[in-house]
């Protein structure tokens, strides 16, 4: 059965994620590093608890993109580095099912890694009456869809590279969909052409758009997130995800070992 | 039997579907997005967009931090030959112009960046766009139009400008005591600029203020002695 298939191998991604300690180590980081700015203390009344949100949603959004490279980057190449490959695909199991495998195992484990920093962050939120916890808890919510779209383009990448170069390209589009506002901002300013005009707008709608997933100001000013951008959101993340998978098991498919 | 090339105008015609789906979706975020971005209506220079691209989703976090600086910086400026060291005093603006790029709803960045460049700087009208800036991305912040008011008064002479603003901070004002000062100076504004009157009905509301009665009446009843003392 298919859907047997992608959970043994999730399964299997779930426990080898916790079996090499860099993602446990990390997440321990980041839960320190929420902890300890909690007992900041220079901040006049007000501002301490809007900055220690805006620390802590950094933390989440920095550790989770690391936990999310270095674990979906070495998921397929890794087994091809280590030849790992041959015995998993000796077994009746199609390729497409080993790549959505893979990415619902990095997405599950990327959750357990973000949780305990989230639930850091709506602790002290009730306890200092900083907010909405439920906003803190949308908020955290989009960074995990940010970090799912991150892992479908890292699995697209690493089912025709090595892990390294599988990372570091993950990493250049994450860069590309920041930098591309100033990019169509220059080019509406310094061209008159309206072609030009048209391949920014091109780019605006086309590139993956992280910002998408950003709401952190809103959070840290206790302002609400509507249930409707919430939706339209996890479609975007549906779709750029439905996208990159579909890319990566096509190369895979093609790939010989 | 497929016919060669067939495949690859499928796989084609499916990522054109996907890109249609995805350029589809993000016009759907975006018709929400204003809602959940604070900083939608601000007009960024090209400048700001570039560094708020370039440190994407920590800007908010720099933006803290580098305030934590300005504060070393403010706190502790050395003194050389009996006098502040214009060094640090210069080392901060850029600073301040930073912060106001990466959170433009930095209220405090604008107020400190506004008074050192009256104050310390003696630079009124750079001092006064700035302001200005700060008011246009945080219309109901009471101490921006305060510190506009003052600027536009003491070191410009723009009565007028300066009493609106002053007007403005009383009616932003989060208490009496707030509002107290925002009125204060706007009536020492209009007598400045000689209107007597407008000064009088300003410490009148001054007097409607719990605990400010007494010294309403002693401006009142000053500025009423020298209207018929005057000529």
């Not at chain 1, 949780?115 to 009730?126: C, G, K, Q, R, S």
């Not at chain 2, 209506?41 to 933006?63: C, E, K, T």
């Not at chain 2, 007597?196 to 400010?212: C, D, H």
Request: proline share 4%; net charge neutral; charged share 15%.
């Amino acid at each position: 059965m298919i859907s047997s298939v992608v959970a043994v191998v999730a399964r299997q991604v779930l426990q080898e994620a916790g079996r090499r300690r860099t993602l446990p180590v990390l997440v321990l980081f980041g839960c320190g590093v929420i902890l300890s700015s909690a007992f900041l203390s220079f901040f006049q009344l007000g501002v301490e608890v809007k900055f220690f949100k805006d620390v802590a949603m950094t933390v989440i959004f920095l550790f989770g993109t690391t936990s999310t490279l270095i674990l979906v980057s070495t998921q397929l190449s890794g087994e091809i580095e280590s030849r790992t490959i041959y015995n998993v695909l000796s077994k009746p199991i199609r390729r497409w099912e080993l790549v959505v495998g893979k990415f619902v195992g990095a997405v599950a484990a990327i959750a357990l890694c973000v949780a305990p920093m989230v639930a850091i962050l709506a602790f002290f939120i009730y306890t200092d009456r900083g907010g909405s916890i439920l906003e803190a808890v949308k908020a955290s919510y989009l960074l995990w869809l940010a970090f799912a779209v991150l892992s479908a383009i890292a699995l697209g990448i690493a089912s025709f590279s090595t892990s390294i170069v599988a990372a570091s390209l993950s990493v250049l589009v994450f860069v590309v969909s920041y930098l591309k506002g100033a990019v169509t901002t220059y080019v509406a300013l310094v061209s008159r052409s309206p072609a030009t005009a048209y391949l920014g707008q091109a780019l605006y709608y086309l590139l993956p758009n992280f910002e998408n997933f950003n709401v952190r100001t809103a959070v840290v000013h206790d302002r609400i997130v509507p249930w409707a951008y919430l939706g339209r959101t996890t479609l975007y993340a549906l779709v750029l995800v439905a996208f990159f998978l579909y890319l990566g098991a096509q190369i895979f498919e093609e790939r010989e070992f | 039997m497929t016919a060669p090339g067939t495949p690859w105008v499928r796989h084609a015609a499916i990522i054109a579907g996907f890109l249609a789906c995805l350029a589809g979706a993000q016009v759907l975020v975006d018709a929400y997005r204003p809602l959940v971005n604070d900083e939608a209506d601000v007009p960024f220079s090209v400048a700001a967009v570039v560094v708020r691209s370039f440190v994407g989703q920590v800007r908010g976090l720099l933006a803290d931090f580098l305030w934590l600086r300005v504060d070393e910086y403010q706190h502790r400026r050395r003194i050389v030959g009996g006098d502040l060291l214009r060094s640090d005093d210069e080392a901060l603006m850029p600073l301040v112009r930073l912060i106001t790029w990466l959170n433009p709803h930095f209220v405090d960045a604008y107020a400190l960046g506004g008074q050192w460049l009256a104050f310390h700087f003696d630079r009124p009208i750079e001092a006064t766009a700035f302001y200005e800036e700060g008011i246009q991305n945080n219309p109901q912040s009471f101490d921006l139009l305060n510190g506009a008011a003052w600027v536009y008064w003491r070191f410009r002479h723009d009565y007028p400008t300066a009493a609106k603003r002053a007007a403005e901070a009383a009616r932003v004002a989060p208490d009496d005591i707030h509002k107290f000062q925002a009125l204060w100076l706007e009536a020492h504004i209009l007598a400045s600029a000689g209107d007597t009157s407008g000064a009088i009905r300003v410490w009148r509301q001054v007097g409607q203020i719990p605990g400010y009665e007494r010294t309403a009446e002693v401006w009142i009843a000053r500025l009423e002695g020298s209207r018929t003392s005057r000529p």
